[in-house]
């Protein structure tokens, strides 16, 4: 079942995208958890971190250079940056495409134990 990421990958909903190449998009998250709140997927549909098989390491590879990438397009490279990904409803995964969370523009407090 194709989810919300795969419909804005394949132009079906729009999004305000920030980066893309042949394997990686990102785009503006509409519902923002700081200032800057980038969404980074893989064009290829991988449900969860559980999910990524060793043909995926250059893909992961791709996705974290897009990151650096993006991150020094939008100037926080240098103040610093959070990436988060969740993995399954309890680790507070709600859409079940394998993404990465940017979050920055701001001083970002401690993760919570």
Do not use: W
């Amino acid at each position: 079942m194709a989810t919300i990421f795969t419909k804005i990958i394949n132009r079906e909903i729009p999004a305000n995208i920030v980066f893309e190449n042949d394997k990686v998009l990102a785009f503006k998250d509409i519902n923002p958890q700081a200032p800057i709140h980038i969404l980074v997927v893989p064009k290829k549909e991988i449900p969860t971190i559980n999910d990524i098989s060793s043909e995926d390491k250059e893909l992961i590879g791709e996705m974290y250079l897009a990151i650096a990438e993006i991150a020094k397009n939008l100037g926080v490279d240098k103040d610093g940056y959070r990436v988060i990904t969740n993995c399954n409803s309890f680790g507070g995964q709600e859409v079940f495409h394998l993404h990465f969370h940017i979050l920055a523009g701001e001083p970002i407090g401690p993760m919570r134990a």
